[in-house]
C-alpha cells in the first residue's frame, strides 16, 4: 500500500509494507524540485534513516530497475532541430 500528498514545496510518497510475517519500516519518500530523499524508522538505533538521492542518481536508478546485471552511463538524447 502506498500514499501520495502534494505538500508546498514536495510530494510524498509513505510506502507501507504489509502482507507479510516481517514487516519491514514505512519508507517516505519526499520528491523536491533538486532532489528526493528516502526516510526509514531504524528500530534498532531507534532514529530515522535518511538518504538523498540528486535527480540524476534518480533517474540512473529508475533506469537500473528494468536493465540486466552491468555497468551503464545514461545518456541525453539528442534533440531534433527543424
Given at each position: 500500500m502506498f500514499t501520495i500528498e502534494h505538500e508546498f514545496d514536495a510530494t510524498?510518497?509513505?510506502l507501507v509494507d504489509e502482507g507479510s510475517e516481517t514487516l519491514g519500516e514505512?519508507?517516505?519518500?519526499?520528491?523536491?524540485?533538486?532532489?528526493?530523499?528516502?526516510?526509514?524508522h531504524c528500530p534498532q538505533t531507534d532514529r530515522k534513516m535518511t538518504v538523498t538521492l540528486s535527480i540524476a542518481?534518480?533517474?540512473d536508478l529508475g533506469?537500473?530497475?528494468?536493465?540486466?546485471?552491468?555497468?551503464?552511463?545514461?545518456?541525453?538524447?539528442?534533440?531534433?532541430?527543424?
Open positions: 510524498v510518497v509513505t514505512d519508507v517516505i519518500i519526499h520528491a523536491f524540485e533538486e532532489c528526493v530523499t528516502l526516510e526509514q542518481q534518480l533517474n533506469a537500473a530497475l528494468d536493465l540486466p546485471e552491468g555497468v551503464y552511463r545514461l545518456r541525453q538524447a539528442a534533440e531534433n532541430v527543424d
